[in-house]
């Protein structure tokens, strides 16, 4: 018989597994999570909900209530299609999955991992354009790769992740114009940047928009919904697995948009703390940092993997970039005010003041 691995893909088996850094007992800054708490009133009614929740029977496949929710939060009606995935990483993967094999992906780099490493599973080939130096979108450069690749399916993180900045609108419509597929706009981080291409989906029958409730405040429910014209999110529908929203997370997601204040407050306490940990970081030698849309700041740092691992260190985890194409580069998520004040208070003294590309 075949040795049991040379069953493998070949393009599997030279993939590097999607690490997950062990955090037990660390301050985690490492995956823009948000770090607040539920006040025990709002946990014990979300638990009485969940009392009664059927676990011995499947999970609605389609729940119409559920979507009906969602898509109001995001100011739309029922002639607008959407999508439910456990995560918007598995509406990602049913888009890759949905696309023509003969199509290419195409996003601007370096941005969010997952658009490389799920078209390299489902099999379909990626390109990486280069951002500016600054992170901006490279216009020029972009429209031109549109053209040589015909790109089927396009991303644009929206702000970027790990940049954290937004590109400028007026480019990424001229982008969803020239591009002859479908441009998905994530907005991972929408609630902390307030700023959507939701109003254009009328006007681009080509565009999308990924939206996620991990970012602000319900990572571990697994929780993304993708909106955009009917006919073609009952197609990208059929490759979805049938019970792929479990029966907790349906209840609990309804309960939480019952509570949207509550988040939104969260969100702009971030917000506040992004702007004072931005300053602090700019304020020492030997930093370069970026500006951030997002809950998380990336910055350049003169010895980059000392700097991480002096915090890490010091209990303190947050995102050293090198393992992702950018060496240098460092990305630490908010958190609350004290969990800000031991990162900064952890980075090393005394930081180098050479900066290679400042
Ligand atoms: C974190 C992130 C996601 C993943 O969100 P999930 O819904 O948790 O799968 C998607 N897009 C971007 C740009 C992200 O940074």
Known sequence: MTDALDLIRPEIRSLGAYA??????????????????????????????????????YPEPAPALLRDALR??????????????????????MLALALRRDRAVLAPVPTFVMYDLISRIVGLPFVGVPLRPDFGLDREALLTAIRRERPGL?????????????????????IIRAAPG???????????????????????????????????GLAGLRLGFLVGPAALIAELDKVRLPYNINRLTQRSVAFALRHSALFAAQAARVVAERERVAQALAARPGLRVFPSDAN????????????????RAARVLI?????????G????????????????????????GALAHA
């Open 20 to 57: 997950v850094p062990d955090a037990r007992g660390l301050i985690k800054l490492d995956a823009m999570e948000n770090p607040y708490a539920w006040p025990d009133g709002m946990r014990d009614e979300w638990l009485a909900e969940l009392r009664d929740e059927a676990l011995n029977r």
């Open 72 to 93: 109001a939060s995001v100011g739309l009606g029922s002639d607008t299609g959407i999508l439910l995935g456990n995560g918007s990483d598995e509406l990602i993967q």
């Open 154 to 174: 396009v991303f644009l993180a929206y702000p970027n992740n790990p940049t954290g900045n937004l590109f400028d609108e007026a480019s990424v419509l001229e």
């Open 182 to 216: 479908w441009v998905v706009v994530d907005e991972a981080y929408f609630p902390f940047a307030r700023r959507s291409f939701i109003p254009y989906l009328r006007e681009y029958p080509n565009l999308l928009v990924l939206r996620t409730l991990s970012k602000e």
């Open 296 to 311: 998380f700041i990336l910055f350049q740092a003169a010895g980059a993997d000392v700097v991480w691992a002096h915090l």
């Open 319 to 327: 995102k050293n970039m090198a393992g992702s194409g950018l060496p």
């Open 329 to 352: 580069y460092l990305r630490v998520t908010i958190g609350t005010p004290a969990e800000n004040d031991a990162f900064l208070a952890a980075l090393p003294p005394g930081l180098a």
